[in-house]
């Protein structure tokens, strides 16, 4: 597998990506629109073992989300771009933050997570998944999974393209 880069808005900060994604989502909490600016935060979920830091140091600033939890968000020093994010329970992963790749048409949504918390101008694509909150396997997940699939296979054979939007619903 090639590898991915990424790095930051002034090329302080460098890094790689060794393996393919565990998920690509977008967070809607109101703690990832501080961050980005208003919008959801989009990231690819990796294993942090698969992610190397080739050039430059990133500053972390940690924050205690909703749930409760330790987040921190890692960004560049220099230029304040958006890196990676890390939640103190989960070690084993970090989310890059997809504006930060070299090439980031990679990123595919497959869920919008934290959507209570969208505002009212977000516009949500109706095939990508939506938890309220954090997603939770169970019943509930498992339904989610199957209605956006079944949107994306009428937009299939409607439109006769792979996840085609539907007329008058962008992506977000």
């Known amino acids: 597998m090639t590898n991915r880069t990424g790095g930051c808005l002034c090329g302080a900060v460098r890094y790689e990506l060794s393996s393919r994604a565990q998920m690509d989502l977008s967070c809607f909490c109101r703690e990832c629109q501080y961050v980005s600016g208003g919008g959801p935060s ?4 990796m294993l942090s073992k698969d992610i190397n830091i080739t050039q430059g140091e990133s500053t972390e600033y940690w924050t205690v989300s909703a749930k409760g939890r330790r987040v921190a968000r890692v960004f560049c020093e220099k230029c304040g771009t958006p890196l990676f994010a890390r939640n103190e329970r989960l ?11 070299d090439d980031p048409s990679i990123f595919e949504p497959q869920a919008n997570i934290w959507i209570k918390s969208a505002q009212p101008w977000h516009h949500l694509d109706a095939s990508v998944s939506r938890f309220k909150e954090n997603p939770e396997l169970g019943v509930r997940a498992i339904f989610e999974f199957l209605r956006s699939s079944a949107v994306k296979l009428g937009r299939l054979l409607k439109n006769g393209k792979k996840g085609s939007p539907a007329p008058g619903e962008g992506k977000s």
């Open 42 to 45: 989009h990231t690819i979920i």
């Open 91 to 101: 070690p084993q992963y970090l989310a890059v933050k997809v504006g930060s790749l």
